[in-house]
């Protein structure tokens, strides 16, 4: 069974940093494309930054592009999300969902629970 | 950056009714690369349609995807009570920006 758990959310402070892990289990972590998503309060889905399965290339959506930087680590099936320059609309809950292939084209195929998180003074 | 709109923005309905959802993209959607995922209240979203028309695992028959090109289409037959959510659309080939969402809730 497919597993991802989002963790490392919490309150912080305008400014402040953050680093997100997504934890995996039930599928060969290596072989698959892994993403951060993220919904604000009553908003919709905005994808943030992807990953290959190897780790060599990245993405980043612009509104996040040079303050987060994604990484993961495949001996130990975690994808990170350093998060720095954490601004109020930052606010959300971060998912970490699973890509269908290694690399693009990829669909979403499964997701876990998220982390919240607040940035508030 | 391919843009999607999803319409109606709400779509109310009673169980047993056929929801038709669209999604339209700014520009051609490439080999069909269009999925759809569904959300509850409180809940991570979950892939229902993926290559525009394939059903993820798992997925009931009911939940059906068409279009090709600019226009796509979610259609849930028979609604359930457990179908109502928001549903998102998504580009997974050279864009990966969602659609803002349809609601479909109860009438």
């Known amino acids: 069974e497919v597993q991802l758990l989002a963790s490392g959310g919490g309150l912080v402070q305008p400014g402040g940093s953050l680093r997100l892990t997504c934890t995996a289990s039930?599928?060969?972590?290596?072989?698959?494309?892994m993403s951060w998503v993220r919904q604000a309060p009553g908003k919709g889905l905005e994808w943030i930054s992807a990953i290959i399965g190897s780790g060599g290339d990245t993405y980043y959506a612009d509104s996040v592009k040079g303050r987060f930087t994604i990484s993961r680590d495949n001996s130990k099936d975690t994808l990170s999300l350093q998060m720095d320059s954490l601004r109020a609309d930052d606010t959300a809950i971060y998912y970490c969902p699973k890509g269908s292939e290694t690399s693009r084209p990829y669909y979403f195929d499964y997701w876990g629970l998220g982390t919240l998180v607040t940035v508030s003074s | 950056e391919i843009v999607l709109t999803q319409s109606p923005g709400t779509l109310s309905l009673s169980p047993g009714e056929r929801a038709t959802l669209s999604c339209r993209a700014s520009e051609t959607i490439r080999n069909n690369y269009l999925a759809w995922y569904q959300q509850k209240p409180g809940q991570a979203p979950r892939l229902l349609i993926y290559g525009s028309s394939s059903r993820a695992t798992g997925i009931p028959d009911r939940f059906s995807g068409s279009g090709s090109g600019t226009d796509f289409t979610l259609t849930i037959d028979r609604l359930e009570p457990e179908d109502f959510a928001v549903y998102y659309c998504?580009?997974?080939?050279?864009?990966?920006?969602f659609g803002q969402g349809t609601k479909v809730e109860i009438k």
């Open positions: 998504q580009p997974y080939g050279s864009s990966r920006t």
């Open positions: 039930g599928f060969a972590f290596r072989n698959f494309a």
